[in-house]
């Protein structure tokens, strides 16, 4: 099973103030009054004037993300955390092998990361887009780590975000639909059989 993330996750009403108006601003619900606004190449043309750069070589410590971020887009989040911490993540897995890296920018300026890691063999808590997303006031829940409390296990590439965020989903619309079929099941087991045609009763 693959994994894709390419997104900036902050604030809901920050993030919708600041993609207002914007045709490929796409905002997706997390939760804790999170969202996650997925990162396509029109909407980096649309936010800097310019189609994105990408990196030609694998993600390492040197070179954290496939998306390079450029002056103006590196300016552009600095800008948005005047209002509040904003986070780039990244990740990239598949059959059980991949990588991780995240950045956070606040009070307009970049204040935590690069962060990379394609072994993930420290604490959870320390593994890129947990690190980040603590850093932008995540809180613990019932979920083995912030990564899966928000909700980022939800999608697994940037255009299920783009559905989940285009059909307005709440971040507990799968757990939503799981209660939905249990019930349903529940109930199903809880009524007498429907009596058939003659012949499903083996009466002949």
């Given at each position: 099973?693959?994994?894709q993330l390419?997104a900036?996750?902050a604030?809901v009403?920050?993030?919708?103030?600041q993609?207002?108006g914007?045709?490929?601003?796409v905002?997706a619900a997390?939760?804790?009054?999170?969202?996650?606004?997925p990162v396509?190449?029109?909407?980096?043309?649309e936010l800097?004037?310019?189609?994105?750069?990408f990196a030609?070589?694998e993600p390492?410590?040197e070179q954290p993300?496939?998306?390079?971020?450029?002056?103006?887009l590196?300016?552009l989040?600095?800008?948005?955390s005047?209002?509040?911490?904003?986070?780039y993540?990244?990740?990239?897995?598949?059959?059980g092998?991949?990588?991780?890296?995240?950045?956070?920018?606040?009070?307009g300026?970049?204040?935590w990361?690069?962060?990379?890691d394609?072994?993930l063999d420290r604490?959870r808590?320390?593994w890129?887009?947990?690190?980040?997303?603590?850093?932008l006031?995540?809180?613990?829940?019932?979920?083995i780590d912030p990564?899966?409390?928000l909700g980022l296990?939800?999608?697994g590439?940037t255009?299920?975000w783009?559905?989940?965020g285009?059909?307005?989903?709440?971040?507990d619309?799968w757990?939503?639909?799981?209660?939905?079929?249990e019930l349903?099941?529940s109930?199903q087991?809880?009524q007498p059989?429907?009596?058939?045609?003659?012949?499903?009763w083996?009466?002949?």
């Open positions: 099973m693959s994994y390419s900036v996750v604030d009403e920050l993030l919708r103030e993609t207002a914007l045709d490929h601003a905002l997390l939760r804790q009054d999170f969202a996650l606004l396509t190449p029109q909407l980096v043309e800097t004037g310019r189609l994105p750069d030609t070589g390492s410590a993300f496939q998306l390079v971020l450029s002056p103006a590196d300016e989040l600095a800008r948005w005047r209002e509040g911490p904003v986070a993540l990244e990740a990239e897995f598949a059959g092998l991949g990588h991780q890296a995240a950045a956070v920018w606040l009070g300026e970049p204040s990361g690069p962060c990379f394609d072994r604490p808590a320390e890129p887009i947990n690190a980040a997303l603590a850093r006031g995540a809180e613990p829940g019932p979920w990564f899966a409390e296990h939800l999608e590439d255009a299920g783009l559905a989940h285009r059909r307005g989903l709440s971040a619309y757990d939503e639909l799981a209660d939905e079929w349903r099941q109930e087991h809880q059989p429907r009596p058939g045609p003659v012949g499903d083996g009466i002949a």
